[in-house]
């Protein structure tokens, strides 16, 4: 069983700053890719940025020069500055990990991201 415990979510006037946190745990052999997805009202979900084992980075090209991923072993982070309105939406930890000896994906229960004036 995995377990993820999201944190930093909240409201924030554009151009401001947030940072959002992802703690996983449990019986994790090897995480393969960790994750932040979001989705707006009325919208899909979409990914945001990842970092993959190797340590390869990819962020949707709205974010870009905006946002930043990191890991920290089984912890992970997402700095987001110069934040627009368009960013706000529920945001979701994902992780790929394997799990006695099969790759399963993971998904946190979602933290509320505002970008209001």
């Known amino acids: 069983q995995v377990q993820l415990v999201e944190s930093g979510g909240g409201l924030v006037q554009p151009g401001g700053s947030l940072r959002l946190s992802c703690a996983a745990s449990?019986?994790?052999?090897?995480?393969?890719?960790m994750g932040w997805y979001r989705q707006a009202p009325g919208k899909e979900r979409e990914l945001a940025a990842s970092?993959?084992?190797?340590?390869t980075l990819n962020y949707a090209d709205s974010v870009k020069g905006r946002f930043t991923i990191s890991r920290d072993n089984a912890k992970m982070y997402l700095q987001m500055d110069s934040l627009k309105v368009e960013d706000t939406a529920v945001y979701y930890c994902?992780?790929?990990?394997?799990?006695?000896?099969?790759?399963?994906?993971?998904w946190g229960q979602g933290t509320q991201v505002t970008v209001s004036s």
């Open positions: 994902y992780v790929d990990a394997t799990v006695e000896y099969a790759s399963h994906d993971y």
């Open positions: 449990g019986s994790i052999s090897r995480i393969n890719v």
């Open positions: 970092i993959i084992s190797g340590g």
